[in-house]
């Protein structure tokens, strides 16, 4: 019955991902965002994005799940490839 309390993949409760723009990299493999209604989070890069190697830099909009034991913290699941489009086109 544990398995059907937490949910999938251990976590409980599901979470909506926000919509996030890295400000600042931060030693650690951490990442300081703004989140669309102007709060900043320190976010890490999910194990499965990092697998991937992508790399965040800053301007980057990205998808943040906030921890619900602290809502200063996130986790970055998804990159949004819309940013690194718009850069390369000014470039």
Do not use: K, Y
């Amino acid at each position: 019955m544990r398995g059907a309390e937490q949910g999938e993949g251990g976590r409980s409760g599901t979470h909506r991902p926000l919509r996030a723009r890295v400000i600042e990299l931060l030693p650690q493999a951490a990442v300081r965002v703004e989140l669309e209604d102007c709060r900043q989070v320190v976010a890490h890069v999910a194990a499965a994005t990092r697998t991937n190697f992508v790399r965040v830099r800053p301007g980057d909009r990205v998808w943040v799940e906030l921890s619900p034991a602290d809502p200063t913290r996130g986790r970055i699941t998804r990159l949004l490839s819309e940013s690194r489009a718009q850069q390369t086109e000014r470039i």
